[in-house]
């Protein structure tokens, strides 16, 4: 798929759907250092949603509040309907809203398909005991676990590295098998920091096709941070543009493209 394929795509009238997740006047402090001043944007439903800035601008900050590992000092997090604080991880991983780090988080000496499993652990339901007896509803369990497994395995195109231990997969692969891990979840929500950094050319075309796949096949709302500008015009619906942890531009691609306050951040503009 080259990227004029992927432009025609993204306009080719998906249905995008209301607002599942609202976040409101959020601001973020570190001890003296502001991370997020008063941001607000929301996510529709089944799109593609970007968010771009410069190094230290926030972009990560702002994942990490949405899955509740950063609790925000002020601003309120909406999503589906319910008005929150701040979330907890478990309570966001419950909620539907599974995430990639921007440096790979997988077990190295375990298999692609073990690491792909990890991502079922809390659609688990037999206890401990049960799974390490492997007995009754614990070997059912399993069985259908495995089966998903399976699937998302077909669907990255990863079959034949299965077995593999993941630190000996080159990089590329590795993120993929990442994206497989928060796909176990069945997330409604899919936060993507940096999916395509460090790859090459091929590799980044690859990952795209997946995120489009995922968007399209599962009905996936995906919000990525990406750094390669070029990637994040021809996939987004609308993106949302942080500078030193404030909010400078949002809209469509083609919006936050002409906005002068956006072209003078990438340039370097002095404030
Ligand atoms: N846990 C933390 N403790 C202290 N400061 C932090 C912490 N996390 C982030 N920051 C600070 O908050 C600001 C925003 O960082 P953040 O990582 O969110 O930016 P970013 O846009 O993701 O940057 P990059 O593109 O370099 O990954 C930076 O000044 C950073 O140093």
Redesign the pocket.
Known sequence: MDMTDLEARVGAGRAIGPVILDLKNIS?S??G????TDISFDVKQHEIRAII????????????VINGV?RPQQGEIVLRGATRKNMDCYAAAKAGVARTF?NIALFKGMTVLDNIMTGRNLKMKSNFLMQALYIGPARREEIAHREKVEEIIDFLEIQAIRKTPVGRLPYGLQKRVELGRALAAEPEILLL??PMAGMNVEEKQDMCRFILDVNDQFGTTIVL?E?DMGVVMDISDRVVV?DY?KKIGDGTPDEVRNNQNVINAYLGVAH
């Open positions: 973020l570190f001890g250092v502001k991370a997020l800035g410069p190094n230290g601008a926030g972009k990560s900050s702002m994942l990490n950063y921007q920091d940096e941070i750094h942080l942890g």
